[in-house]
């Protein structure tokens, strides 16, 4: 039974796109690419790790390759020329989504700034995010909250280190990002008790982290929308389960803050801290609540995964690495001390431990490959046809280790950047962790204060080394391929106290 239902799809999609498709050629100028199949296109190329047979194929086909996948058209760039002309050249022509499963269930039907089409919405999402959430002057305002976390952090470390135990940093390095997060967000810490916001918080991040594991999966149902139907992979189901328990905890969310706003308004303080719910609220633009609420997931999803995943790659590097580690600790050491902790206002003087970062975001982005761009009219590109609605990606991962651009480029050599003015804020296309121009990632100042700070802290208050019996050079490398692209092997280390456990105390 379960085979036939399988042929009888086939046979349906067969037929729908024998019907419906034009086939990719004719009198197009389309860039070149592997062959394409019927019905699947070129994904039998595609392994376990997509991003890595891009590279491949690109070492063939060139920086920018043309692919079907399923019945869908992509382009895909790979080199930082091309992705200059995607992302800034024709950026608005690329600035668009494609419709999605990911932007129906994750972004609330294209309510969030991420998923939701280039147009009037997207435009409003942007100057709020841009001049009322994420200015510095607003950030600023949490430095405070930045700082106890990171201690929180380390006190956690140092009482396993304590007992023995060996550090799984994976979980640790989640909390700090979400605990950061939600205090700007809600005013409240992750691992809050009471019977207001905080008891929901648990609940809302597994649906977090199952939707950013969802989203970085190729679905079928996408690519072939004949198949749509039978849901083959699970995908669409459960993303509109987790979607809607999504929308209920953050109702819930949202309903409780306007009732203690309705009682703090009473006695409000004129300095307090403007918490990020609240700026939302407040808005001359009304929005609705499901466009606050798809903002909120994109903070929360977008700002926690991929800063944790990059703390726990360059700590792994460093473990990798330990005289570079070991640099890392003695400009620590000159800049800060050991007697006080790591503060923000540090981290311009740390200019190797910048180095390091730089060299991280290079060889380890997060985010592989960028969401999809779309445009919605035909385009040329170098002398190329680019036909309309077709998926746009640009491969950050090959970009970063592109040979004709950076010498030995799997190695891990943080010094490439002490003489280089090669930075990550999208104005150098040979490095973008996050993206550039319209669709690039709002809360880059965000992450990168998280990250260094975080980064610089763990390296400040311990020493770090493999599990016993393994060495640092036999440490596995190798990446899984998701919403966030992490080590495949979660990182398990001994960190033993290199500053006094007075250093990072916090007053709770």
Same mark, same amino acid.
């Given at each position: 039974?379960?085979?036939?239902?399988?042929?009888?799809?086939?046979?349906?999609?067969?037929?729908?796109?024998?019907?419906?498709?034009?086939?990719?050629?004719?009198?197009?100028?389309?860039? +070149?690419?592997? +062959?394409?199949? #019927?019905?699947?296109?070129?994904?039998?190329?595609?392994?376990?790790?997509?991003?890595?047979?891009?590279?491949?194929l690109a070492k063939k086909y060139g920086p920018i390759m043309f692919m079907r996948l399923g019945y869908l058209n992509h382009l895909v760039v790979s080199n930082a020329g091309m992705a200059r002309e995607i992302l800034k050249v024709h950026d608005a022509e690329f600035a668009s989504? +494609?419709?999605?499963?990911?932007?129906?269930?994750?972004? @609330?039907?294209?309510?969030?700034?991420? @998923?939701?089409?280039?147009?009037?919405?997207?435009?409003?999402?942007?100057?709020?995010?841009?001049?009322?959430?994420?200015?510095?002057?607003?950030?600023?305002?949490?430095?405070?909250?930045?700082?106890?976390?990171?201690?929180?952090?380390?006190?956690?470390?140092?009482?396993?280190?304590?007992?023995?135990?060996l550090v799984k940093m994976r979980p640790i390095l989640h909390m700090l990002t979400s605990n950061n997060i939600c205090r700007m967000l809600f005013g409240r810490r992750r691992e809050a008790t009471d019977n207001l916001i905080g008891s929901v918080f648990d609940q809302f991040f597994?649906?977090?982290?199952?939707?950013?594991?969802?989203?970085?999966?190729?679905?079928?149902?996408?690519?072939?929308?004949?198949?749509?139907?039978?849901?083959?992979?699970?995908?669409?189901?459960?993303? &509109?389960?987790?979607?809607?328990?999504?929308?209920?905890?953050?109702?819930?969310?949202?309903?409780?803050?306007?009732?203690?706003?309705?009682?703090?308004?009473?006695? $409000?303080?004129?300095?307090?801290?403007?918490?990020?719910?609240?700026?939302?609220?407040?808005?001359?633009?009304?929005?609705?609540?499901?466009?606050?609420?798809?903002?909120?997931?994109?903070?929360?999803?977008?700002?926690?995964?991929?800063? $944790?995943?990059?703390?726990?790659?360059?700590?792994?590097?460093?473990?990798?690495?330990?005289?570079?580690?070991?640099?890392?600790?003695?400009?620590?050491?000159?800049?800060?001390?050991?007697?006080? #902790?790591?503060?923000?206002?540090?981290?311009?003087?740390?200019?190797?431990?910048?180095?390091?970062?730089?060299?991280?975001?290079?060889?380890?982005?997060?985010? #592989?490959?960028?969401?999809?761009?779309?445009?919605?009219?035909?385009?040329?590109?170098?002398?190329?046809?680019? #036909?309309?609605?077709?998926?746009?990606?640009v491969s950050i991962w090959a970009v970063g280790r592109d040979p004709a651009t950076w010498e030995n480029p799997l190695e891990f050599n943080p010094d490439r950047f002490l003489n280089s003015d090669r930075g990550v804020t999208g104005t150098h296309y040979e490095i973008l962790p996050?993206?550039?121009?319209?669709?690039?990632?709002?809360?880059?100042?965000?992450?990168?204060?998280?990250?260094?700070?975080?980064?610089?802290?763990?390296?400040?208050? @311990?020493?770090?080394?493999?599990?016993?019996?393994?060495? +640092?050079?036999?440490?596995?490398?190798?990446?899984?391929?998701?919403?966030?692209?992490?080590?495949?092997?979660?990182?398990?280390?001994?960190? &033993?106290?290199?500053?006094?456990?007075?250093?990072? &105390?916090?007053?709770?």
């Amino acid at each position: 039974m379960e085979l036939s239902v399988w042929l009888l799809a086939l046979g349906a999609a067969t037929v729908l796109l024998y019907l419906v498709s034009v086939k990719p050629g004719g009198r197009l100028s389309l860039p +070149p690419g592997p +062959p394409t199949w #019927p019905i699947v296109g070129s994904l039998f190329y595609l392994s376990s790790l997509p991003h890595r047979s891009m590279e491949t194929l690109a070492k063939k086909y060139g920086p920018i390759m043309f692919m079907r996948l399923g019945y869908l058209n992509h382009l895909v760039v790979s080199n930082a020329g091309m992705a200059r002309e995607i992302l800034k050249v024709h950026d608005a022509e690329f600035a668009s989504r +494609p419709h999605s499963t990911a932007g129906k269930y994750v972004g @609330f039907d294209y309510k969030d700034i991420i @998923f939701s089409p280039y147009g009037d919405h997207w435009r409003l999402l942007r100057k709020i995010c841009t001049t009322e959430l994420l200015t510095s002057a607003r950030l600023s305002t949490f430095k405070a909250g930045r700082h106890d976390e990171v201690a929180k952090m380390v006190q956690s470390i140092t009482e396993r280190g304590r007992d023995g135990e060996l550090v799984k940093m994976r979980p640790i390095l989640h909390m700090l990002t979400s605990n950061n997060i939600c205090r700007m967000l809600f005013g409240r810490r992750r691992e809050a008790t009471d019977n207001l916001i905080g008891s929901v918080f648990d609940q809302f991040f597994d649906c977090v982290s199952e939707m950013v594991e969802t989203v970085g999966k190729f679905n079928v149902g996408d690519l072939i929308p004949a198949l749509k139907p039978f849901d083959l992979q699970g995908i669409e189901g459960h993303m &509109k389960r987790v979607s809607k328990d999504m929308e209920t905890l953050l109702a819930r969310i949202i309903r409780e803050h306007r009732e203690m706003r309705a009682q703090r308004n009473v006695n $409000a303080k004129e300095d307090e801290v403007k918490l990020f719910l609240d700026v939302l609220l407040d808005l001359d633009e009304e929005l609705e609540d499901k466009s606050i609420m798809a903002v909120m997931v994109d903070m929360l999803g977008g700002g926690t995964d991929t800063s $944790a995943t990059t703390m726990e790659w360059a700590l792994s590097e460093l473990v990798h690495h330990p005289a570079i580690m070991k640099r890392v600790q003695e400009e620590l050491d000159v800049v800060v001390g050991r007697d006080r #902790p790591v503060r923000e206002a540090d981290l311009p003087n740390l200019h190797y431990l910048q180095a390091v970062i730089k060299e991280n975001f290079r060889l380890h982005p997060a985010v #592989p490959l960028t969401i999809p761009h779309v445009n919605p009219t035909a385009a040329q590109l170098q002398g190329y046809d680019i #036909p309309a609605n077709t998926n746009v990606l640009v491969s950050i991962w090959a970009v970063g280790r592109d040979p004709a651009t950076w010498e030995n480029p799997l190695e891990f050599n943080p010094d490439r950047f002490l003489n280089s003015d090669r930075g990550v804020t999208g104005t150098h296309y040979e490095i973008l962790p996050f993206g550039s121009g319209r669709r690039g990632c709002p809360g880059m100042n965000l992450a990168q204060l998280m990250v260094q700070c975080g980064l610089a802290a763990l390296l400040h208050a @311990f020493d770090w080394s493999p599990a016993p019996g393994i060495k +640092p050079e036999d440490m596995s490398m190798l990446e899984s391929f998701g919403g966030a692209c992490p080590i495949a092997e979660p990182l398990l280390v001994v960190a &033993k106290p290199r500053v006094s456990t007075d250093v990072y &105390k916090t007053s709770a």
